[in-house]
């Protein structure tokens, strides 16, 4: 997977296969001028539900990325797909279990030149991914830039993600962070429901993903998200 695919994203909606979303609030999530979207979830992702979603967006020029959390969401027909390696747990069926046994079955038919690993760190543990990987959440800045440079310098993995999932990041940690990477594009996702959290993430890292405020009946404030992304400057575009 060429990294100049997502090297250009500054702000990415995620939707959740297994969430309802109205077709007036995905038409305007579509026509946002965000710069992709991703599809994904943690519980109660399906074949079925993602083909849904994935032919609804398909109706809007945005660029869709499948983030395949289960061989059985393994949807043909998206543009790009990002494969999750959770960090920061010592269960090692996250980390390579899952992938290596659904590669077994699906290796030969995947498109690897649209296809990236991406490092997750989880970082709330409150959240459902949390609680069923067995990540360890409460890293200090130390263990947090220990596997930075795992991810970014020993595994040469495209992509960190920063996962505070529903509830608004520590930013500095998450700037110290983004300052370690040096190969690796860094995505934070976590309570982006305003204009000033959108900017202050922005200023830290290379993409802003926003996807729980969209089904909190704050779509205004979600929408309001992708100009102040896109208006902040972020010094690690330039290294």
């Known amino acids: ?117 991406e490092g997750y760190l989880i970082l709330n543990p409150d959240a459902k991914a949390a609680k069923l990987t067995g990540a360890k959440t409460d890293l200090d800045a130390e263990s947090l830039a220990a596997h930075l440079y795992m991810a970014d310098r020993l595994m040469r993995l495209p992509i960190v993600y920063l996962e505070y999932s529903g509830t608004y990041g520590d930013m500095q940690l998450v700037k110290r962070a983004g300052k370690l990477a040096t190969g690796a594009r860094v995505f934070y996702g976590g309570g982006i429901d305003s204009v000033d959290k959108a900017r202050q993430a922005a200023e830290s890292v290379h993409t802003v993903i926003v996807g729980n405020a969209l089904y909190d009946h704050r779509l205004e404030a979600a929408l309001s998200t992708v100009q102040a992304v896109k208006e902040t400057v972020c010094s690690l575009l330039d290294s």
């Open 1 to 117: 997977m060429q990294s100049a695919i997502y090297e250009t994203w500054r702000h990415v909606f995620k939707l959740d296969p297994d969430r309802e979303i109205s077709d007036e609030v995905l038409e305007a999530v579509c026509m946002s001028g965000t710069d992709a979207i991703i599809v994904g979830g943690t519980t109660g992702v399906t074949y079925d539900n993602t083909v849904d979603l994935m032919s609804r967006i398909r109706r809007y020029e945005v660029p869709c990325a499948l983030e395949v959390s289960n061989e059985e969401s393994a949807v043909p027909g998206f543009d790009y797909y990002f494969i999750p390696m959770v960090l920061n747990t010592d269960r090692a069926e996250w980390l390579s279990g899952h992938q290596v046994e659904a590669l077994r079955k699906l290796g030969a038919f995947i498109p690897w030149d649209q296809t990236a690993a």
